[in-house]
């Protein structure tokens, strides 16, 4: 079992930036690969950012390659997500996400997730 807890929401203006932490429960937090997702009112969960067991390796959605960064560190069970250059569209509920297999971008296929944060960028 492993409880998410995530942090680091609020409000931003357009440009600005936000780093948004995940601190999961539990000693297999490293055996995980972690994602952050999104959702905005009346949209769908979105995949957004991944991070593998190890940390080497990620992958991200279009929308926010060169903008955002995801890390982790297992030693203190933390995922981040590092957010620059805000957009009004990056306004949503973000929610990060547990996985035991590499390469998911469905948040269906995650075993375990968060209560999620709000961030909004004002324009």
């Known amino acids: 079992q492993v409880q998410l807890v995530e942090s680091g929401g609020g409000l931003v203006q357009a440009a600005g930036s936000l780093r948004l932490s995940c601190v999961a429960s539990?000693?297999?937090?490293?055996?995980?690969?972690m994602a952050w997702f999104r959702q905005a009112p009346g949209k769908e969960r979105e995949f957004v950012a991944a991070?593998?067991?190890?940390?080497?390796?990620?992958f991200y959605t279009d929308a926010v390659k060169g903008r955002f960064t995801i890390s982790r560190e297992n030693a203190k069970n933390t995922v981040y997500l590092q957010m620059n250059s805000l957009k009004p569209e990056d306004t949503a509920g973000y929610y990060c996400?547990?996985?035991?297999?590499?390469?998911?971008?469905?948040?269906?296929?995650?075993?375990?997730w968060g209560q999620g944060t709000q961030v909004t960028v004002s324009s």
């Open positions: 996400g547990a996985c035991r297999v590499w390469g998911v971008r469905i948040g269906a296929g995650y075993d375990y």
């Open positions: 539990g000693r297999t937090f490293s055996t995980y690969t």
């Open positions: 991070v593998s067991w190890g940390g080497g390796t990620t």
